[in-house]
C-alpha cells in the first residue's frame, strides 16, 4: 500500500521540481529553437539558390497579399526568392552573433579574472582598457577597422565580440574577488591547490550560471549591431546575405514591395525580443535572493 502510494506521489513530486514556464518565455523558447533549426537546417530548407534570379517574377507580392505559391514571401528587385534568402540570412547571422559572443565571453572572462587575480598594475590596466571600450563608440571603430583592414568574415567576429566584452570582465571580476573571500575558495587555496585548479576546477562552475545569463542579455545587442553593419554596407557582403543586408536592400522599395524589408525586420525583432525575455527569465530563476 505505501508503494503505490509513493509512486502515485512521484508524478506530483517532479512536476513541483519542473519550473513552470510563464506563457511569454515558452513562445520565446519555442521562436529560438525554430530558428535554430531553421539555421542547421537551411540547405535543406531553402526552396531556391539565394542568387537565383528571375526579373520576369521580379517584386512579386507573398501568398498572403495575392501572390503565388511559387515564393511564398515574395521577391526582391532582381527576382530573388525572399523565403530562401530569410532562411540562409538566419542562419548566417545566427552564426556570427553566436560566434562573436562566445568569443567575447572568453576574453572578457580572462580579462576579468587575470584583473582579479593579479590586482595592483595589471588591474588598474584592464580596468581602463574596459573604460576606454566603453566609451569608443562602436559605429565609428568598426568603420575605421573594416576601412582599414577591408571586410572579412573573421574581421566581424572579432569587431562584435570586442563590442560588449567589457561587461563579461566586469562580471567576472566582481565574481571572482567575491569568491576569493569565502572560505572554500581559501581552504582549497591553502590545501595547495594551483591557480589553473583553483580558477577552472573550483571557480569557474560558480560562475557559469552568471556568464551564461550575461552572453544570453548581450546576444541580442550582438545580432543588432551585426544587423546594422550589414544595414550600412559594412557587414555580410554579396552574393552571401544576412538579415540587415536585407533590410538595407529593402529600404528602397518600403512603398511599393514592403514584404522585402518587413520579413527581415521581424525576425530581427522577433528574435532579439524573445532572447531578451528567456534571459531576463534565466536572471531571475538563477538569482539566489529571488529562489529565497
Known amino acids: 500500500m505505501t508503494a503505490d502510494v509513493a509512486l502515485a506521489a512521484a508524478p506530483q513530486v517532479r512536476a513541483r521540481r519542473l519550473p513552470k514556464l510563464p506563457l511569454t518565455v515558452a513562445l520565446s523558447a519555442g521562436w529560438m529553437a525554430a530558428m535554430v533549426l531553421v539555421a542547421i537546417f537551411a540547405h535543406w530548407l531553402k526552396p531556391y539558390t539565394i542568387t537565383g534570379m528571375d526579373l520576369m517574377a521580379r517584386l512579386q507580392p507573398p501568398v498572403f497579399m495575392g501572390g503565388s505559391w511559387d515564393h511564398v514571401l515574395g521577391t526582391d528587385q532582381l527576382g530573388r526568392d525572399v523565403l530562401a534568402r530569410l532562411i540562409v540570412s538566419i542562419r548566417v547571422s545566427l552564426t556570427l552573433a553566436v560566434s562573436a559572443t562566445v568569443l567575447g565571453v572568453l576574453f572578457g572572462g580572462l580579462m576579468g579574472l587575470a584583473a582579479a587575480h593579479f590586482r595592483g598594475p595589471v588591474e588598474q590596466l584592464v580596468l581602463i582598457l574596459i573604460d ?161
Open 132 to 292: 576606454v571600450q566603453a566609451a569608443l563608440p562602436f559605429i565609428i571603430l568598426a568603420l575605421s577597422a573594416l576601412a582599414f583592414f577591408g571586410n572579412s568574415w573573421l574581421l566581424l567576429v572579432f569587431l562584435l565580440a570586442f563590442y560588449g566584452w567589457e561587461r563579461h570582465a566586469r562580471v567576472v571580476r566582481g565574481l571572482a574577488l567575491a569568491a576569493s573571500r569565502q572560505g572554500y575558495m581559501q581552504a582549497v587555496e591553502q590545501l595547495g591547490a594551483g591557480p589553473g585548479r583553483l580558477y577552472l576546477r573550483h571557480m569557474l562552475p560558480n560562475m557559469a550560471a552568471t556568464l551564461v545569463v550575461s552572453a544570453t542579455l548581450a546576444f541580442p545587442e550582438v545580432i543588432l549591431a551585426a544587423s546594422g553593419l550589414s544595414f550600412l554596407g559594412l557587414g555580410i557582403q554579396p552574393p552571401n546575405t544576412s538579415l540587415g543586408n536585407m533590410v538595407g536592400y529593402g529600404r528602397a522599395y518600403l512603398q511599393n514591395a514592403p514584404w522585402v524589408l518587413l520579413a527581415p525586420s521581424a525576425v530581427i525583432v522577433l528574435t532579439t525580443l524573445s532572447i531578451s525575455m528567456l534571459g531576463d527569465w534565466m536572471r531571475d530563476r538563477l538569482d539566489p535572493a529571488e529562489r529565497a
